[in-house]
């Protein structure tokens, strides 16, 4: 809910906003972007080689 004010309140005061302070709200927001998406790159990842590793493992494993 925090997130969704944050928005919203920037969206309504963009206009009256000085250019400097418009370019701070920018920055956070790009950098806030580049953080969620190599979060979500490393879990992909991971759930992809414990994938590989777990097909490897019963692959590899001799039958009695």
């Known amino acids: 809910a925090g997130v969704l004010s944050f928005v919203v309140g920037t969206m309504r005061y963009w206009s009256s906003m ?5 370019v701070v709200v920018l920055g ?3 950098v806030a972007l580049v953080w969620l998406g190599i979060k979500k790159f490393k879990e ?4 992809k080689v414990l994938q590989a590793d777990r097909k490897s493992k019963v692959l ?3 039958k009695s």
Do not use: G, I, M, Q
């Open 60 to 62: 590899s494993c001799p």
């Open 28 to 30: 956070f927001a790009l």
């Open 44 to 47: 992909y990842t991971r759930k």
């Open 18 to 22: 000085d250019e400097k302070l418009r």
